[in-house]
């Protein structure tokens, strides 16, 4: 899969990767999930 973002002034972003089998790709959302979760409880914890 590819992804190319073209801006205005003349440069361009491109990201290739590979398809990857559902399973890893889960794994990685549910892991982002938990450390955003994580993050948010922190921050309201340690907030006074």
């Known amino acids: 899969m590819k992804l190319r973002i ?4 003349g ?5 290739e990767w590979e398809e990857m089998d559902s399973g890893k790709f889960y794994a990685l959302v ?3 999930a938990v450390v ?13």
């Open 6 to 9: 073209n801006f205005h002034t």
């Open 11 to 15: 440069t361009t972003f491109l990201l």
């Open 36 to 48: 955003l979760l994580m993050g948010f409880f922190l921050k309201l914890i340690a907030t006074p």
């Open 30 to 32: 549910g892991l982002l």
